[in-house]
């Protein structure tokens, strides 16, 4: 049964395994450092549908899909799934997964949702709620283009701290304990809000709630940074990033040498032009299925701390002047399944 | 520890305690049948604020801190919460309760938020993850206008089966076992789509939902409808209502006598011009948390099977001619703690 050890974390007594994974992208994620980590990429970005709201559901879809099949599963031997993306009213979920006819919970938390999902998933699966869970999320461009910014046809000018909504999706199944990789412990993030009004510069928004929930594990756990291979964070891009290392060494943390953002892995930032890195829900979800796990499971890498972040607000909350509250919560994926001791002190 | 007895089933071994609830409501709220049954009602639909939004925020914020302070608890004494809302991006959620510092999960289901809510927090304390969760949520007519329909000011005639948003919010905080009402099962919803696509005739595209998750309870736990004192949906309306009871009768189910609907209590038929009802995510919550509640904890009823229903559409979903998928999750809240029996031959 997963263990509460402090205000806001959990470490796992049975650590649940990473079943199966997949992750889908478009054709610009097929152009770029990560393309051999998909599982599918498709360079038509309506994905055979009429609409592109309608294409980010196929690719939602399709990732699942992608994710049963890897695990030799069918949508029959899910017991229940964790999903929720960007678009008004998470309709690529909805539509996207409503023909699996599986128990469903709606989640919602923005680029975040990855780590929400996961946090979720192990809590329950951990306590034998459930064998096998699914949490799954998407991002596509040109609908968060169209929805929160402005029509593509208008050629709008991106300031430079503007990101790129990626065209992904990634899925994952959470297990029982069996073989890595394994969820060992979650920090579940508060909403923080530092005051940041600029909707073009989402990393500085979510850096303070990236800071808070390392910081948090870190300290709740008494594990260092130096313990993981990899600091993950989802999509913070080049700005939040130097923000965010700036903010954990006043707290004496050091990521400099293991960090890791999903906003800067995803695309080349010489030869893509996406200014300060990727984002989107998609972002963060397909580089920890497509790149991160096959590197715990095979032993490659040991230990990661995956902090998904969300930016909370919507086109009316920043045009009626709202700063941009953030959210990130922390899953500690490993390659052993050594339970963490809830003792901090004795962990090291 | 909450244990599986069917693919969509629960039942609690320690049914967790609903601690203590409040409901707030709005103007239109106040003159209607249910008017005593609020512990606060509002007559500026602004709630003190600038605009629509931030009132619908306000509602909700001030609705959890009168559950706190009924049950005589601070922020810091909730583990943490489940909140979501129709606002695109959940905003009334985000920016209504980042201030209380609570570890917090988004999540989304329509009008179906409560019962999610108490359905994920009901499984987690059970299963002695975290000892009290809030789960709320909450609707404003102004706000759910502007967004899914017209400008007010515009006036548009509305559909004898169009449904009134309540401006309402209802918070529950869950905790173990310790005195009624009680959670003693669940069930969790899927996606049902039977291809309804008049938006404004979401009672019709929810029964289908309804019907689904009530016999399912049901069948899985042996119970029968005449073993509870109220069968809720959510917020059906009068077009809905109908339609639920002739499909549970083609599966030999009567909830002619004991069924009730959130959105036909909450407004006056003949006094309140609501054509078919009230609906949004507050309805449900608050007829929940403000009427429901206290008869159980007092014992005048024994039991009810509480199933809001969600519509999980968006206005961009619609405008491309889709259907309207939606979900509803059950949760069974008694005054009695005796869990249910595993075999349900057992339990009759």
């Not at 609908?143 to 990634?170: D, M, N, V």
Request: one cysteine or more; glycine letters at 10%; hydrophobic letters at 35%.
């Amino acid at each position: 049964m997963a263990e509460k050890i402090s205000r806001n974390t959990f470490i796992m007594n049975d650590p649940p395994t990473i079943y199966s994974y997949a992750a889908s992208g478009g054709d610009k994620e097929g152009q770029g450092p990560l393309a051999e980590c998909f599982d599918e990429i498709c360079t038509d970005s309506y994905f055979g549908q009429p609409t592109w709201e309608k294409a980010e559901r196929e690719l939602m879809r399709r990732t699942v899909m992608h994710a049963l099949r890897k695990g030799g599963l069918s949508p029959d031997d899910i017991d229940y799934m964790f999903s929720g993306d960007l678009l008004n009213q998470c309709i690529s979920s909805t539509f996207g997964l409503r023909e699996l006819e599986i128990p469903f919970f709606g989640i919602y938390g923005a680029c975040s949702t990855m780590s929400e999902g996961l946090v979720l998933s192990s809590l329950l699966t951990d306590s034998k709620i459930g064998g096998k869970v699914i949490a799954v999320t998407s991002s596509h461009f040109c609908t968060a283009e169209r929805q929160f910014r402005f029509p593509l046809s208008y050629g709008g000018i991106r300031t430079p701290t503007a990101q790129w909504t990626c065209t992904a999706s990634g899925a994952a199944v959470i297990s029982e304990s069996e073989r890595p990789p394994y969820i060992k412990g979650v920090s579940v993030g508060k909403i923080i809000d530092l005051g940041i009004t600029d909707a073009n510069n989402m990393g500085a928004a979510m850096a303070p709630a990236a800071d808070y929930i390392i910081s948090t594990y870190l300290n709740d756990t008494g594990l260092s940074a130096d313990n993981f291979d990899y600091i993950v964070t989802g999509d913070l891009g080049t700005v939040g990033s130097e923000l965010l290392k700036k903010l954990l060494l006043i707290r004496k943390i050091n990521i400099e040498k293991n960090h890791a953002d999903c906003g800067m892995m995803i695309f080349d930032p010489i030869k893509q032009d996406v200014h300060a890195g990727g984002s989107g829900c998609g972002c963060s979800a397909s580089v920890l299925c497509g790149y991160f796990l096959d590197k715990i499971k095979s032993g490659e890498i040991k230990n990661i701390l995956f902090c998904a972040t969300g930016a909370l607000m919507s086109t009316t909350a920043t045009q009626q002047g709202e700063s941009i509250p953030s959210i990130s919560h922390a899953v500690h994926i490993s390659y052993d399944n050594t339970p963490l001791k809830t003792d901090h002190k004795e962990q090291l």
